[in-house]
Nanobody
Framework: QVQLVESGGGLVQAGGSLRLSCAASGFTLSVNTIDWYRQAPGKQREAVATIRSGGSTSYVDTVVGRFSISGDNAKTTVYLQMNSLNPEDTAVYYC???????WGQGTQVTVSA
């Protein structure tokens, strides 16, 4: 059974950092493309960062230079390191595996001014 479980969200002050984790099971992480999405209240879900099977990464413009996505195949976990957070980053963050069209349950990130 394909499953994704996010963790690591919380409340942080502007300028702070958080590292989100996405624990994967039921499939081989290294050969799949994983996305991190976020959804703020009243807004559409948007893709934030992607890591592909070959290891290449990409980011939405608003997080370039602040967020970093990485994968630990041994631990079957994908991480999203978020630095220099600002209140506009407040959202529920989800990971998504494209091949299986499966979402995690999400983790809340709240950034206070």
């Amino acid at each position: 059974q394909v499953q994704l479980v996010e963790s690591g969200g919380g409340l942080v002050q502007a300028g702070g950092s958080l590292r989100l984790s996405c624990a994967a099971s039921g499939f081989t992480l290294s050969v799949n493309t994983i996305d991190w999405y976020r959804q703020a209240p009243g807004k559409q879900r948007e893709a934030v960062a992607t890591i592909r099977s070959g290891g290449s990464t990409s980011y939405v413009d608003t997080v370039v230079g602040r967020f970093s996505i990485s994968g630990d195949n041994a631990k079957t976990t994908v991480y999203l390191q978020m630095n220099s957070l600002n209140p506009e980053d407040t959202a529920v963050y989800y990971c998504y595996v494209r091949r299986f069209a499966t979402w995690g349950q999400g983790t809340q990130v709240t950034v206070s001014a």
